[in-house]
């Protein structure tokens, strides 16, 4: 198994299925009128999603193919503490849906904010305005870029594509959509795709349940299986970590708040979404208790995707791959509008054709998206591994934006050269981590390494430095401060 690709047979039944379910996709969208205005409609639904709107959201976009099939692997690898990914991205949801999506819906309104730089540059300043523009383009290119990896190991699976047909092919599935309908389509899909995750999950659990044996066999589970620290407590607070800072700074969910009604419906959706993450995953977590029982390794996350496959029967390899597709989908369409904004809003909009016309913005956004596609499909190919890309994404955005944003609502004293400051330091840090291998000589992850800078940059700096009358009244508006301006 370890030494040969396991191609296994498609039934006629699963390719019906299979064909059944993109058919669906194209009839969805096929009676959506859609004739985008201006900007606001594309990225952010013209600021009228209801609270369901959004949990659905929130949730297929949370749902990817770490949380499903890395999940499966990871429960083989480690038994169920391995469910701890899933819980950090439902925590992550509720303490954002507490603690910022009130705020940030409630700003954006009064400041006619569209995209996550948006709301950096009217809190700080310029500088940290294109300094999270890239930090946020790489980030999604590599969520999008782990995406495409998920798609490629179902489509591979199937045995209709090679590795790279399948890259091309589950890159163009989601790229057209996206790039043409916005936010706008990915909210009507996405409401098949949670009912197909859903239904899908059901299905399996009952087939790993009561036809594969494993409702009989959990009690007798191979050691350290129901362990809920087996993970290693480092790779437990480390994923805790980076995943609920990514939750809390993640521009994707600031743009959806943003694309909110109004903040009632922004925190109660949230919620909701919190409660749909662990629904959707419920499933993986089983069937990766049966891998973890019944197949002996060490294997690869595709080898045990490959064994699991040629154990199912026809009509239930068809479910799991449309489920698999459907969570895979709903997560790297919302990353590549996610980065298509980056590139034609905070960047072309705002620095190259600042008086851009909305037919050319659009233009510019159906482009950025088809060209971000291309970029993440590139590096799909060559980096063909979900969880090192996605784990980078959450890194790179845990260390250098978690401080300089949440202080952005929380921090009265934070300025903008605290903030740039302290994401230069901590991309600095990063850097010379990698770069000198200080990971392993120092046995501190980089992570808690550009941190640790962050924090001590951007306070050390606001507490040392006079606070001016302009930083005051931004203040004002996101702290929730009152009173008059004294520099003390």
């Given at each position: 198994?370890?030494?040969?690709?396991v191609v296994?047979?498609m039934?006629?039944?699963?390719?019906l299925?299979?064909?059944?379910?993109?058919?669906t996709i194209?009839?969805?969208?096929?009676?959506?009128?859609?004739?985008?205005?201006?900007?606001?409609?594309y990225?952010?639904y013209?600021?009228?999603?209801?609270?369901f709107n959004?949990?659905?959201?929130?949730?297929?976009?949370?749902?990817?193919?770490?949380?499903?099939?890395?999940?499966v692997?990871?429960?083989?690898?480690?038994?169920?503490?391995a469910?701890?990914?899933?819980?950090?991205v439902?925590?992550?949801?509720?303490?954002?849906?507490?603690?910022?999506?009130?705020?940030?819906?409630?700003?954006g309104?009064?400041l006619?904010?569209?995209t996550?730089?948006d709301?950096?540059?009217?809190?700080?300043?310029?500088?940290c305005?294109?300094?999270?523009?890239?930090?946020?383009l790489?980030?999604?290119?590599?969520?999008?870029?782990?995406q495409?990896?998920?798609?490629?190991?179902?489509?591979?699976?199937?045995?209709?594509?090679?590795?790279?047909?399948?890259?091309?092919?589950?890159?163009?599935?989601?790229?057209?959509?996206?790039a043409?309908?916005g936010?706008?389509?990915?909210?009507?899909?996405?409401?098949?795709?949670?009912?197909?995750i859903?239904s899908?999950?059901?299905?399996?659990?009952?087939?790993?349940?009561?036809?594969?044996?494993?409702?009989?066999?959990?009690?007798?589970m191979?050691?350290?299986?129901?362990?809920?620290f087996?993970?290693?407590?480092?790779?437990?607070?480390?994923?805790?970590?980076?995943?609920?800072?990514?939750c809390?700074?993640?521009?994707?969910?600031?743009m959806?708040?943003?694309?909110?009604?109004d903040?009632?419906?922004?925190?109660?959706?949230?919620?909701l979404?919190?409660?749909?993450?662990?629904?959707?995953?419920?499933?993986?977590?089983?069937?990766?208790?049966?891998?973890?029982?019944?197949?002996?390794?060490?294997?690869?996350?595709?080898?045990?995707?490959g064994?699991?496959?040629l154990?199912m029967?026809?009509a239930?390899?068809?479910?799991?791959?449309?489920?698999?597709?459907?969570?895979?989908?709903?997560?790297?369409?919302?990353?590549?509008m996610?980065a298509?904004?980056?590139?034609?809003?905070?960047?072309?909009?705002?620095?190259?054709?600042?008086?851009?016309?909305?037919?050319v913005?659009?233009?510019?956004?159906?482009?950025?998206?088809?060209?971000?596609?291309?970029?993440?499909?590139?590096?799909?190919l060559?980096?063909?591994?979900?969880?090192?890309?996605?784990?980078w994404?959450?890194?790179?955005?845990?260390?250098?934006?978690?401080?300089?944003?949440?202080?952005?609502?929380?921090?009265?004293?934070?300025?903008?050269?605290s903030?740039?400051?302290?994401?230069?330091?901590?991309?600095?840090?990063?850097?010379i981590?990698?770069?000198f291998?200080?990971?392993?000589?120092?046995?501190?992850?980089?992570?808690?390494?550009?941190?640790?800078?962050?924090?001590?940059?951007?306070?050390?700096?606001?507490?040392?430095?006079k606070?001016?009358?302009?930083?005051?009244?931004k203040?004002?508006?996101?702290?929730?401060?009152?009173?008059?301006?004294?520099?003390?």
């Open positions: 198994m370890t030494e040969d690709k296994p047979a039934s006629t039944v699963d390719i299925i299979i064909i059944g379910f993109i058919m194209v009839i969805t969208l096929y009676k959506v009128k859609l004739k985008h205005v201006s900007i606001n409609e990225y952010i013209g600021r009228k999603l209801s609270s959004l949990a659905v959201l929130w949730a297929v976009a949370w749902v990817g193919g770490a949380s499903t099939l890395g999940l692997a990871n429960v083989y690898h480690h038994g169920v503490s469910f701890w990914y899933v819980f950090a439902a925590f992550g949801t509720l303490l954002f849906a507490l603690l910022l999506a009130p705020r940030i819906r409630k700003v309104d009064k006619n904010q569209v996550f730089a709301i950096i540059e009217d809190r700080y300043d310029v500088r305005r294109i300094l999270v523009t890239v930090i946020n790489l980030t999604f290119i590599l969520y999008t870029a782990s495409i990896v998920a798609i490629s190991y179902v489509l591979e699976l199937t045995g209709l594509f090679s590795l790279p047909g399948a890259i091309i092919a589950g890159t163009l599935l989601f790229a057209l959509y996206t043409r309908g936010l706008t389509y990915i909210l009507r899909v996405a409401y098949l795709f949670a009912l197909v859903i899908g999950g059901l299905i399996l659990t009952l087939y790993s349940t009561q036809f594969m044996g494993l409702k009989d066999s959990l009690m007798s191979p050691g350290g299986s129901w362990d809920m087996g993970w290693g407590w480092h790779n437990i607070v480390l994923t805790l970590v980076a995943i609920t800072c990514t809390l700074t993640s521009s994707d969910g600031y959806r708040c943003l694309a909110s009604r903040e009632r419906s922004t925190k109660s959706g949230l919620l979404a919190s409660f749909l993450i662990i629904v959707m995953t419920a499933a993986f977590l089983l069937i990766g208790l049966y891998t973890r029982l019944h197949f002996t390794g060490p294997l690869t996350n595709y080898e045990i995707l064994l699991l496959w154990e029967p026809h239930i390899k068809g479910v799991l791959v449309v489920t698999i597709l459907a969570v895979i989908l709903s997560t790297a369409d919302i990353s590549l996610v298509a904004a980056n590139m034609s809003k905070d960047i072309y909009n705002r620095f190259i054709h600042v008086r851009a016309s909305q037919e913005l659009l233009k510019a956004s159906y482009l950025s998206a088809a060209f971000i596609a291309v970029l993440a499909g590139i590096i799909a060559v980096i063909n591994d979900i969880f090192i890309i996605i784990m994404a959450f890194k790179i955005t845990t260390i250098s934006l978690t401080v300089p944003v949440l202080g952005a609502y929380f921090w009265p004293r934070g300025q903008a050269n903030a740039f400051y302290s994401m230069v330091a901590s991309l600095t840090i990063t850097g981590w990698i770069a291998k200080l990971n392993q000589i120092t046995g501190i992850d980089v992570m808690w390494a550009g941190l640790s800078i962050s924090m001590m940059v951007f306070f050390a700096h606001s507490l040392l430095v606070q001016d009358e302009e930083c005051f009244r203040s004002q508006a996101y702290c929730r401060i009152k009173g008059k301006f004294a520099n003390k």
